[in-house]
């Protein structure tokens, strides 16, 4: 029998970045029996379901989502076997396990790829990516003018059996992540079976990448401004992303996942990786017969100021909500500078500021509607990783464009675990292997074990706001209504007497509510709302509603 409540509606899922959550084998890389051995510590931490970036055998040109194989698991992560213990665990703990699916290119070492370089011009191989003749007289210049995201033109040409210069390819990223053709009906069986094979292991769900992505103008026409995606670091470029045939793809998706659930009354996720102009166009991805979910990014981009906020969280609740779905919510993610630095600047170094507000925007994200997603290392309050020296990069935005600018290994560098030295129990072994990426010195103040012994730090501040939002039914699904608040601060309630209240400014306020908080982001005195603080209280409901 279906069950009638929705887990995903209002769930908190971790995103583990497998790679530098936690290292079995002493390689200096995360792996899948590391992320088992720390489900325990994540069920402590109150989340309700993992989302596991990807660890398909890969050349790893872009960490995994460069996939040549979506049925296995890459040996420096592990094997199917260990995989499966993994869910076996997870689902022995209550926590729900979603898999990072990579749907709009694959690895250049993919056997169809691979294929469809030997198969030449016009066969049915090369239908399945987007190959085109070149212009000009010799076909020399690129089929149209776009870039690449990752810096570059978005098309790179191949050259043919007979050794001569050929036709192009295009890849949105790098050259080594070629471009599904979503318009050949075998991209999408392969896919339905790619799906499948995962649901059928036991999986929960998908998180989809470039969820808008997957089809492009069906004449690839130039672009009225080919860098734009380069230079945002975006998908902006209307003809290649946001294309309308793409909800039929998801439509499909979901009805698979209904097939699952109506099997044994266990609802599968798919979430996607959505990022659109306008709220509205964010909607459309989660009517109720497509995804269940696309993290609303606006929330992560807002610059630290109230109204900025407020106009965010009112359009997310006015256009997504209104589709009868959810919002969901997220600070931090594997590609963007962690909260601790992005709202620490231009504060002088040392000052706190940025640990405080990353704070406080934990408890609004968590006291919102909706799901939220954290990040790995958010709960321990680190912050981005500035400094690493230019021979430890790994980004293929660096490699492509030689530029620093919005690289994200910074946000990616192994978690600390114990000790006061590097590798802080992320990885072990007598001949362990450095990790992957090195750690500062820093990193023991962040470390697990002093975060859980510390009931001030980050990790008790998430714990106790996950088990309050686990125990009270006004957070969660539902909506929220705003507060009067002087400005500066906004303040709203949720269901029967809970309020949450956030002042952005570095002056103390006065409280929208008498008394102690249930929980706050940093010290509280009753009837007060400290600088960069966020609390909860629970109200006889007086508060006035704003205007």
């Known amino acids: ?197 995962w649901l059928d292991r036991g999986v929960d769900g998908f998180r989809i990448d470039v969820a808008a992505g997957l089809f492009k103008h069906p004449e690839l026409p130039d672009s009225d401004d080919p860098e734009a995606d380069a230079r945002t670091r975006d998908s902006v470029n209307p003809l290649a992303w946001n294309q309308p045939e793409v909800h039929a793809v998801w439509r499909s998706w979901r009805s698979i996942c209904e097939d699952y659930t109506a099997r044994d009354g266990r609802e599968r996720l798919l979430v996607g990786e959505v990022s659109v102009p306008t709220a509205r166009e964010h909607a459309l991805y989660v009517r109720s017969d497509e995804l269940h979910q696309a993290f609303f990014f606006d929330l992560l981009s807002a610059p630290w100021d109230a109204d900025a906020f407020r106009k965010v969280v009112s359009e997310a609740m006015q256009d997504i909500a209104g589709t009868g779905s959810t919002v969901t919510w997220v600070l931090n993610n594997h590609d963007q500078v962690r909260t601790v630095t992005r709202y620490g600047e231009p504060a002088p170094e040392g000052s706190g500021l940025g640990a405080a507000r990353a704070r406080a925007a934990a408890l609004l994200m968590l006291a919102l509607p909706g799901a939220a997603y954290i990040y790995q290392g958010e709960e321990l309050g680190l912050p981005e990783v500035v400094d690493l020296p230019d021979d430890v990069l790994t980004d293929p935005i660096f490699r492509r464009t030689g530029s620093r600018a919005r690289i994200r290994d910074g946000c990616r560098v192994p978690l600390p675990w114990s000790g006061q030295a590097s ?64 400005p500066g601060v906004l303040a709203f309630a949720r269901g029967d007497g809970l309020v949450c209240a956030v002042n952005f400014g570095t002056a103390p306020s006065s409280a929208p509510v008498s008394g102690t908080p249930l929980l706050s982001s940093g010290p509280c005195p009753a009837g007060v709302l400290p600088g960069s603080t966020a609390a909860w209280w629970m109200s006889d409901g007086t508060e006035s509603p704003a205007p």
């Open 1 to 197: 029998m279906l069950s009638k409540y929705h887990w995903w509606r209002d769930a908190v899922i971790y995103q583990v970045y497998v790679r530098s959550f936690l290292d079995s084998t002493g390689d200096g890389v995360g792996d899948l029996a590391g992320v088992r051995a720390g489900l325990p510590y994540l069920k402590k931490l109150g989340v309700d379901g993992i989302w596991l970036s990807p660890f398909y055998p890969s050349p790893q040109h872009d960490h995994g989502y460069d996939v040549a194989d979506y049925c296995d698991v890459d040996p420096l992560f592990g094997d199917l076997a260990e995989f499966d213990l993994l869910v076996t665990a997870a689902r022995r703990l209550g926590v729900k396990v979603l898999l990072d699916i990579v749907p709009n290119h694959c690895s250049s070492e993919h056997p169809w790829f691979q294929e469809a370089l030997s198969a030449g011009p016009g066969s049915a191989a090369r239908a399945r990516f987007h190959f085109a003749d070149g212009r000009g007289a010799d076909g020399s210049e690129p089929p149209n003018n776009w870039h690449a995201m990752f810096g570059g033109p978005a098309w790179s040409r191949v050259t043919e059996a007979d050794g001569r210069p050929g036709q192009w390819y295009l890849h949105m990223f790098t050259p080594e992540q070629p471009d599904w053709n979503w318009r050949d009906p075998q991209v999408g069986a392969e896919f339905d079976r790619v799906l499948r094979f």
């Open 423 to 486: 590798p802080f129990g992320f990885t072990s072994g007598v001949e362990s292997a450095k990790p992957w990426l090195p750690q500062p010195e820093y990193f023991a103040e962040y470390a697990t074990d002093r975060a859980l012994a510390d009931t001030r730090s980050f990790w008790h501040l998430y714990r106790d706001g996950l088990q309050l939002r686990a125990a009270l039914p006004q957070l969660g699904e539902g909506t929220l209504r705003w507060l009067d608040s002087p």
